[in-house]
């Protein structure tokens, strides 16, 4: 079985300080990890994903994620937050040895970022 | 740019009805799925289909069913709505060149009363 934790349901950051949005999982074998972000009204979006090389991630918007095997994490970062960023942020993790639709998502976490 | 749309943002129905769902992709995917998110649990798969005619049941398919006659339509059934189906639902769709990369639709905002 696989899971995903998203440990906190809102951060807050100001505007300008660095960002981390948190996430854990869990897979019998090797994952395959993303993140995906939903603004106001509108549908989920594509961030970024780690597959496998580079434990650092570098995606959409100036977001990046850090693959911690030991830690099993995959935590969202952006050096400079911007009010545009604030959204619900959704991290998902797909164990290598399972059929590609099965996809499992987190709870969210929603990214407030105070001017 | 791929293009998800679903038939509709907002939905009331009342318990009992008969429900569908639309959701078109513009991209000639091959694989296309039904979510359905909640508050506090995230999104859960219902069904997905990777062809058309074919279709694999989610973690949670109890109460609904889905159709996928053409390529790029991907309908999901409530046959007998219920108050606890009140839900957003979000359609999918993946190419088999990048699987993992899914695109998303606005969503239906579907309330049963």
């Known amino acids: 079985a696989q899971s995903v934790a998203q440990p906190e349901d809102q951060v807050n950051v100001a505007e300008g300080n660095p960002l981390t949005v948190k996430c854990t999982y869990s897979v019998s074998g090797n994952p395959y990890l993303f993140w995906y972000v939903q603004y106001p009204n509108r549908g989920l979006q594509f961030l970024l994903k780690y597959i496998t090389g580079d434990n650092l991630v570098k995606g959409s918007y100036g977001f990046e994620a850090e693959f911690n095997k030991s830690q099993t994490s995959f935590h969202l970062k952006k050096p400079s937050a911007l009010v545009s960023d604030s959204a619900l942020y959704f991290c998902?993790?797909?164990?290598?040895?399972?059929?590609?639709?099965?996809?499992?998502f987190g709870t969210g976490t929603k990214l407030q970022v105070i001017p | 740019d791929v293009k998800v749309t679903q038939s509709s943002r907002y939905l009331v129905k009342r318990t009992g009805e008969k429900v569908f769902l639309e959701c078109v992709q513009d991209?000639?995917?091959?694989?296309m799925f039904w979510y359905r998110q909640d508050p506090g649990l995230g999104l859960r798969l219902i069904y997905f289909?990777?062809?058309?005619?074919?279709?694999e049941k989610g973690d949670i398919p109890e109460g609904y069913s889905v159709s996928r006659e053409k390529k790029e339509r991907f309908s999901l059934i409530l046959e007998s709505a219920s108050t606890n189906q009140t839900s957003m639902y979000l359609c999918?769709?993946?190419?088999?060149?990048?699987?993992?990369?899914?695109?998303f639709g606005p969503g239906t905002r579907l309330t049963v009363l």
């Open positions: 991209m000639d995917h091959e694989n």
């Open positions: 289909s990777y062809d058309v005619k074919m279709k």
């Open positions: 999918a769709s993946s190419s088999d060149r990048a699987p993992d990369t899914q695109y």
């Open positions: 998902a993790v797909r164990d290598r040895s399972g059929g590609y639709q099965k996809v499992t």
